[in-house]
């Protein structure tokens, strides 16, 4: 059974950082596309970024150049850095496992709230 669990998620000033972790248990981690996405109130879910098994990187345009996705394949963990950030990247932020074969999994969400 797949198991994603987040943590990291949290309160932060306009401009600050957080560092969002997820790790997975369950499936061959290092085969899996790792993804990112969140959900803001009376919003759809979008993707902000995801990292293929082979290291090819993606972006949404509103988070390039602050926020940094990375993978740990020996810890089973997927890391977001997020740096400047703005009230607008408030959201519940969700982790994503993806496998060509075996569908796509998705952890409960931790809560990004950035206000002053």
């Known amino acids: 059974q797949v198991q994603l669990v987040e943590s990291g998620g949290g309160l932060v000033q306009p401009g600050g950082s957080l560092r969002l972790s997820c790790t997975a248990s369950?499936?061959?981690?290092?085969?899996?596309?790792m993804g990112w996405y969140r959900q803001a109130p009376g919003k759809q879910r979008e993707l902000v970024a995801a990292?293929?098994?082979?290291?090819?990187?993606n972006y949404a345009n509103s988070v390039k150049a602050r926020f940094t996705i990375s993978r740990d394949n020996s810890k089973n963990t997927v890391y977001l850095q997020m740096n400047s950030l703005k009230p607008e990247d408030t959201a519940v932020y969700y982790c994503?496992?993806?496998?060509?074969?075996?569908?796509?999994?998705w952890g409960q969400g931790t809560q990004v709230t950035v206000s002053s």
């Open positions: 994503n496992a993806q496998h060509y074969v075996r569908g796509s999994s």
């Open positions: 369950g499936i061959i981690f290092s085969v899996y596309v």
């Open positions: 990292i293929t098994s082979g290291g090819t990187i």
